[in-house]
């Protein structure tokens, strides 16, 4: 006779570990956003935008976005979503390429 089987609420840890890569990205978009407003470039997310608009300062704004951000993060981990952690990490990871990319030759340019 086998042992009956139990509902384990605990994600693997594999999720573990693709939660706080998310973490740490949303945190690295996060300095890399702040860069760019300080460096005069304007945000190109529309809702980032929006919020940072609407928001009695735009980092107040901007960190209610990246709550929202780290509330669905926190969802698909709960929910063992591994695919979908995984991918929007990987989309993370090139954005802020990307943002760290434009950010060093727009500073470039204005220095020469």
Known sequence: MQPAQTFNPAPAPRMGILFLTYVYLQGLDLLSTVAFLLSGVEEG???????????PDPLT?????????????????????ALLL???????????????TCLILGLIQQSS
């Open 86 to 100: 995984r991918r929007v990490n990987i989309g993370y990871a090139a954005l802020i390429v990307w943002n760290l």
């Open 45 to 55: 997310n529309p809702i980032a935008r929006f919020a940072m608009a609407k928001a």
């Open 61 to 81: 704004g901007l960190l209610m976005v990246k709550a929202v951000a780290l509330a669905l993060g926190l969802y698909c981990w709960a929910s063992g979503r």
